[in-house]
């Protein structure tokens, strides 16, 4: 399991849930597994109930189900639908990609830049920060769009994505791969060449939705 860094401010149920949806999202349970809450319970130091509460609201975000006497279980994604939605960013994101550069704000460019870098440039590659932090720049560009109908969309997907990217992602070397190519992207966006960004972005899309077929299928 993933090293838990406690945050000032935080409830516990707040603390059990961030735990736990990262758990999820990093792949650390396989489909189907059941969340024992007495094991939380004594990796985090609190009492049942809040890590129930983190639990109930994981379940409305899909991430788990709750069978009653039975207990709370990981809940599957298909592969089928994993490999729809990176169909589905395909046709959305390289489109929206070629039409912000002009107008897609610079600051926040080089935040994400600068992050990219730093993690490319420490070892080991923290390939938890380097997946979180790619997925900002996807944010951005649909964000600097301007469609709220499309972001209000993709954000019912949200959670799928996530697990998605997570699983496409699959080795260190993916990571990088993927981080070099936000890296593209990025200067492609900076340079308002809203053609380049374009091809860039469905290259990448691409290339993570093969590696997802190829992750699932070694995983089979």
Do not use: W
């Not at 939380?40 to 189900?65: D, F, M, Y």
């Not at 870098?117 to 938890?128: M, R, S, V, Y």
Request: one cysteine or more; a positive charge.
């Amino acid at each position: 399991m993933p090293k838990f860094r406690y945050v000032e401010g935080e409830t516990y149920s707040q603390r059990a849930y961030f735990y736990l949806r990262k758990t999820i999202l990093d792949n650390q349970y396989k489909p189907g597994e059941p969340i024992s809450e007495s094991v939380i319970c004594h990796q985090l130091g609190i009492s049942r109930t809040p890590v129930r509460e983190a639990i109930l609201k994981l379940e409305k975000e899909n991430l788990v189900q709750i069978y009653p006497k039975r207990g709370a279980f990981i809940k599957a994604v298909s592969p089928q639908k994993l490999q729809e939605l990176f169909e589905i960013r395909e046709i959305i994101e390289p489109e929206a990609a070629r039409r912000v550069g002009h107008i897609i704000s610079k600051v926040e460019l080089f935040q994400i830049e600068r992050q990219l870098t730093e993690i490319k440039n420490t070892e080991p590659l923290d390939e938890t920060k380097a997946i979180t932090v790619g997925r900002r720049l996807h944010e951005l560009i649909l964000k600097e769009l301007g469609n709220n109908t499309l972001i209000e969309f993709l954000q019912h997907l949200k959670v799928e994505i996530d697990r998605g990217c997570n699983v496409a992602s699959g080795t260190q070397g993916n990571v990088l791969k993927f981080l070099n190519q936000h890296c593209e992207i990025i200067i492609a966006l900076k340079e308002e060449n809203g053609e380049k960004a374009k091809r860039l972005m469905t290259k990448h899309l691409k290339d993570a939705r093969k590696a997802l077929l190829i992750v699932r299928n070694e995983r089979k």
